[in-house]
């Protein structure tokens, strides 16, 4: 059955380093998501991406992060310096079109110290 | 800014016994989306319904779309331990591309 895989699964890094965190969606799939859950908090949509471009970001989404799709199979998500309050896991999604099921990943879970 | 509660937050209870999960908002939404999550893992969809005042049946849980699609319900019958989980709704509008995740629910069945 395909699956969206992220990885790394958790990842502890020092506030201000970056991180990539990667995902593979599912290949017949065209649009692309990144969530995120903070413990004990609901899950929160940071962007969504299609057609190479963002197509919706949230406030949460600010110039400290950033999307790409590097080549045909690898979705990632960019965060430039980090931050205490950045740690959660993080969901990667796709789905095949627009309002469509989306299938989510494993997650990463990020710990930032 | 579209909001979606949930309730009960918590709840637990005996195997065999029933339940209901509620999935409330001011916002309609286009569809809604119920997914369930365990520890460490994503969320794993259980049923999308569509049309205002839908029923969707899914072995011995029950999803109800409410008629003007604001609303949502999960009933559960009989429930057995291996219903443990988080229980999430998520709706979707016309106009955009995100799922909007309510509060959760966590259940705890107990043999």
């Known amino acids: 059955e395909p699956e969206v895989t992220q990885t790394p699964s958790h990842q502890v890094t020092q506030m201000g380093q970056e991180v990539i965190l990667r995902c593979v969606p599912i290949?017949?799939?065209?649009?692309f998501y990144w969530y995120r859950q903070i413990l004990g908090q609901k899950v929160e949509f940071l962007v969504s991406f299609y057609n190479n471009e963002i197509s919706e970001k949230s406030e949460i989404f600010d110039d400290q992060f950033s999307v790409e799709r590097p080549d045909g199979s690898n979705f990632t998500l960019k965060i430039r310096s980090t931050k205490l309050e950045d740690s959660a896991m993080y969901f990667c999604?796709?789905?095949?079109?627009?309002?469509?099921?989306?299938?989510f990943g494993q997650g990463t879970r990020l710990t930032v110290v | 800014t579209q909001l979606l509660e949930q309730s009960p937050q918590f709840l637990s209870i005996q195997e065999g016994e029933n339940l209901t999960v509620y999935c409330n908002s001011s916002s309609v939404f286009s569809s809604l989306q119920w997914y369930r999550q365990e520890p460490g893992e994503g969320p794993v969809l259980l049923v999308t319904v569509v049309t205002g005042g839908e029923v969707k049946k899914l072995k011995r849980l029950t999803f109800q779309f409410g008629d003007a699609r604001k609303d949502s319900s999960l009933h559960i019958t009989a429930a057995q331990p291996g219903d443990t989980g988080l229980y999430l709704c998520a709706g979707e509008s016309h106009n955009t591309d995100k799922l909007i995740f309510g509060t959760g629910t966590r259940l705890q069945v107990f043999p």
């Open positions: 290949s017949n799939h065209l649009y």
């Open positions: 999604a796709s789905t095949i079109g627009r309002n469509t099921e989306a299938f």
